[in-house]
């Protein structure tokens, strides 16, 4: 049996015996992949595995030379294709925003089970803006990911027709198409829009109102909550559309307004449960009632909004499911399936007291 025992120049137990790293004159040391295959006792194209496939490496060999890597601080330069595979194990996820868990428990569990396949996720935030993400995707295409998860369906068409070409795997969430890009994993806006105006009729609202940030999802659900209204027979619904992000005094200070249109205002669908708390809040400033004077719907299901008093009716999307999701698909994708794979999470109403 041949003896794998490293010798003592190979030893990670003694570094000052390895070939020193060349330092370009001013700047820092430059280390070499073969500086680590020296370090851990394995040959050069072993820490390009450990990197590119690390599924391929041996258990004991994969912990020798991440410990190694971790030691010498040791980066490989992907994008000059100093690894054999010139693989850049890079996903990029694109998001309006993490500030609160709406997007942030999809992000989480996707990064997780990236993370696990041997991915690194690099996350940037556009705000509401398209601009915004299509200059995001060009600084991220230039790192050379393998995969691109972005966030709703609502793109440029010159940036549509551009990542239809560009030839990565590309899976869009939180939204829903008949026209993908090229993998969906979402749900229907505008069925949640009307899915709450059903759940106001069933309580006898005859004058209800929306207060709404105005982005192109947010729209959708204000355009399916008008139009299950408008075959009920109520066409005059009050409305407030803000910018995006929504925040909870934005919510407060719609609520007046929102009755000087409707004096009447018998319930109110807010586009995120933040702009519902504010609602709620101006509510008891007033003098309303919740629910029997003024009904309140959020959206997002944001985990405080079960310890309002009263508890807040909401809308609950499986953000982690969505996240989990995307991730499954763009592995499938990247291990060889061509299959284009549409998944619709659903959603569902959760009723609580102010409803």
């Known amino acids: 049996m041949p003896n794998h025992k490293p010798t003592a120049a190979a030893s990670p137990d003694t570094p000052e015996t390895a070939a020193p790293a060349k330092r370009l004159r001013g700047g820092p040391k430059v280390l070499r992949i073969t500086d680590v295959a020296a370090q851990a006792g394995v040959a050069p194209i072993t820490v390009s595995r450990f990197f590119n496939s690390p599924e391929t490496v041996a258990p004991e060999t994969l912990e020798r030379v991440r410990q190694v890597v971790q030691k010498l601080g040791y980066v490989p330069n992907r994008l000059a294709g100093g690894l054999s595979s010139a693989r850049s ?47 995001l995707l060009d600084a991220v295409l230039s790192r050379r990911p393998e995969g691109v998860l972005l966030t709703g369906v609502a793109h440029a068409d010159s940036l549509r027709e551009r990542l239809r070409n560009v030839g990565l795997p590309i899976v869009e969430t939180w939204d829903m198409t008949d026209t993908p890009i090229d993998m969906l994993v979402g749900f229907s806006h505008y069925q949640i829009g009307a899915a709450v105006a059903e759940h106001f009729l069933q309580r006898n609202a005859r004058a209800p109102g929306l207060v709404s940030a105005n982005d192109d999802r947010a729209l959708a659900r204000r355009n399916g909550f008008r139009d299950r209204l408008a075959q009920a027979g109520i066409h005059d619904i009050a409305e407030v559309l803000v910018p995006p992000p929504s925040s909870v005094a934005v919510g407060k200070a719609a ?21 519902a708390i504010g ?11 919740v629910p029997s004077q003024l009904s309140i719907c959020g959206f997002g299901d944001l985990e405080f909004t079960a310890e309002t008093t009263p508890q807040l009716t909401t809308v609950r999307v499986d ?19 061509s299959n284009v794979k549409v998944t619709d999470v659903g959603f569902h109403i959760v009723e609580r007291e102010t409803t």
Do not use: W
């Open 89 to 135: 194990r890079l996903i990029a996820a694109i998001v309006p925003t993490i500030a609160h868990s709406l997007f942030s428990e999809t992000i989480q569990v996707f990064s997780e089970t990236m993370s696990r396949a041997g991915y690194q996720v690099l996350l940037a935030l556009s705000g509401y803006s398209n601009s915004s993400e299509e200059a």
């Open 255 to 275: 609520l007046p307004t929102l009755l000087e249109q409707a004096p009447q205002l018998d319930a109110v669908f807010c586009g995120s449960d933040l702009l």
């Open 279 to 289: 609602v709620l809040g101006a509510s008891k400033q007033l003098g309303l009632s």
């Open 319 to 337: 953000g982690t499911r969505i996240g989990l999701t995307a991730a499954r698909c763009l592995l499938d994708r990247l291990a060889g399936d």
